[in-house]
């Protein structure tokens, strides 16, 4: 076992300030970084060519998954300097990097006036707020920590845990008053770079806080005393004791909670919108409730692993995930399932118009809106688009569908029931998990040590998850399309629930290696 200095000693005063500042700064850096996840479906249509929507919803992911993926190198880059130069300092860095490339995003043209320099622009500031976060919560964590007493930092670093979740809520938030306070057309045409381009202002308030705070007690004394790293990265993963633990922490805690985390809040949304088709700014309602009415559990579970231990709640938060999810989302499935309606015949409308193309010289497009009615008072809308070329000659275009369905408020409750549970699972995994981390490892090298399995289990397991998800999802029901049409049996009886295959495999493998290996007691006593 490592032991090192003697406990921390803090004033609740004291400590509600370290906890508030290091929050909005972390909060605010959430909330930049999950605007581009928020506006997923809006962006594929402005940084990515036309023609087909599901390949441009999936480019947008896999940009959206870039930035998790970089978020490693960034937990590497600047948990050295915070193990080199103070967490403080690290964490002022990586607030302006992040506020900084979200504010850009707002600014860049769309794909129609520059071509593929606009998502090349995208990725390239997408990489960096990965890089940004990456250092981020690794330095808030720890600092929030190392001001903590003994025995109750499962329940102060709780507080940093509710701020990715926030962060989400808020960004919702802004963007559901975003689209109410214009019309649908002025949101598509420039009102979604609003919430990019307000995020400069929450930087700067945030800044104003953060550097009045002072250095972390535990590494101010350590650095008095000459004992930090001076090779954070060799001491890390170059000693073989250490490098165990962090290799532990990854495969036994961070790689299920990446995924359950990404599953409850992401896939849920993007499930909703994309394969429910519920109106965008209901969507965006029903999260915002089920996020506010999950929340608090994570200082719930926070404080609880305080008491009892942290691994048996993380662990059993895999457990239920792994165990319900298929159901959750069949039940999701059916709520909105238009099949399981009865129609009201007399409310069919349907209308037809032609107008020239902008783009295509003497080309037109056909538009045509049907509107269906049910009794239950459930609305659909479906538009179909037809582009027509000028030569009569040339090969006829895929018609581009959209569905929206404006759901009734039993619906919309039984969803927001249905996502709130999967919060909860959230909570369970993800309350704890700060704490758990920051035990593991000595003060010298806790913020490399820790942040790099935190960012690689939910930078990559779980950043990739809604692009993967949504993939085994597509090319299920591509294969069932196909079989269709060539009159053999549908190889998949829900091709909307493989996408699932994806977290509960790999909150499955994480859920064995941490039942055996990991301890239910601290690695490290400060």
Not at 57 to 62: D, E, P, Q, V, Y
Not at 422 to 427: D, K, L, R
């Amino acid at each position: 076992m490592i032991t090192e200095a003697p406990k921390a000693t803090s004033n609740t005063r004291s400590l509600i300030s370290v906890i508030g500042a290091s929050s909005v700064g972390t909060l605010i850096e959430w909330y930049d970084f999950y605007i581009f996840g928020s506006l997923a479906t809006v962006l594929a249509t402005k940084f990515f060519p036309e023609g087909n929507p599901t390949a441009a919803f999936l480019s947008t992911l896999a940009t959206f998954a870039a930035g998790f993926i970089v978020r490693p190198f960034g937990a590497l880059f600047f948990g050295r300097l915070g193990d080199l130069i103070g967490r403080k300092y690290t964490f002022m860095v990586t607030l302006m990097l992040m506020g900084g490339a979200t504010f850009l995003i707002g600014l860049i043209p769309s794909f129609e006036s520059i071509g593929y320099l606009a998502p090349f622009l995208v990725l390239v500031l997408r990489l960096l707020q990965g890089l940004a976060l990456g250092g981020e919560y690794g330095g808030a964590a720890t600092y929030v920590a190392e001001y903590s007493p003994v025995g109750q930092r499962g329940y102060w670093t709780s507080w940093i845990q509710t701020t990715a979740t926030i962060g989400l809520f808020i960004s919702l938030l802004v963007i559901l008053v975003t689209r109410k306070s214009m019309s649908k057309e002025e949101f598509d045409e420039w009102g979604w770079r609003v919430p990019f381009l307000v995020s400069i202002l929450m930087v700067l308030v945030s800044y104003i806080i953060r550097k009045n705070m002072h250095e972390s007690p535990l590494f101010a004394k350590a650095k008095a005393e000459g004992k930090t790293s001076t090779n954070p990265l060799k001491e890390s993963f170059g000693n073989k004791y250490n490098f165990k633990f962090v290799l532990l922490a990854l495969f036994g805690a961070t790689m299920g909670q990446g995924v359950v985390w990404y599953t409850g809040q992401f896939y849920a949304m993007n499930f909703i919108k994309t394969v429910c088709n519920v109106d965008a700014i209901q969507s965006d309602e029903l999260m915002t409730v089920a996020l506010l009415m999950g929340t608090p559990f994570f200082v719930v579970f926070g404080w609880l692993s305080d008491k009892i231990g942290r691994k048996g709640i993380m662990m059993f938060g895999m457990l239920v995930a792994i165990l319900s999810y298929r159901t959750i989302y069949e039940k999701m499935y059916q709520t909105t399932n238009l099949k399981n309606k009865q129609e009201v015949v007399a409310s069919f409308t349907a209308d037809s118009t032609v107008a020239s193309d902008p783009k295509v010289a003497g080309g037109s497009i056909k538009t045509k809106t049907v509107t269906r009615a049910y009794t239950d008072g459930t609305e659909l809308t479906e538009v179909t688009k037809l582009k027509i070329a000028a030569d009569p000659s040339a090969e006829p275009a895929k018609p581009e569908i959209k569905r929206t369905v404006k759901i009734t408020d039993t619906d919309r409750w039984s969803l927001i029931w249905l996502v709130f549970i999967q919060v909860i699972f959230v909570t369970l995994v993800y309350g704890p998990i700060a704490a758990f981390l920051v035990e593991m490892f000595p003060v010298k090298i806790r913020y490399t040590s820790m942040s790099l399995p935190y960012h690689v289990g939910n930078g990559i397991f779980g950043g990739l998850l809604p692009a993967v998800a949504t993939y085994l999802a597509t090319g299920a029901k591509e294969a069932n399309t196909l079989a269709d049409k060539a009159g053999t049996a549908l190889p998949y009886a829900a091709p909307y629930l493989e996408g699932l295959w994806y977290p509960i495999i790999v909150a499955g493998v994480s859920l064995a290696i941490g039942l055996i290996y990991i301890k239910n007691k601290a690695q490290v006593v400060d």
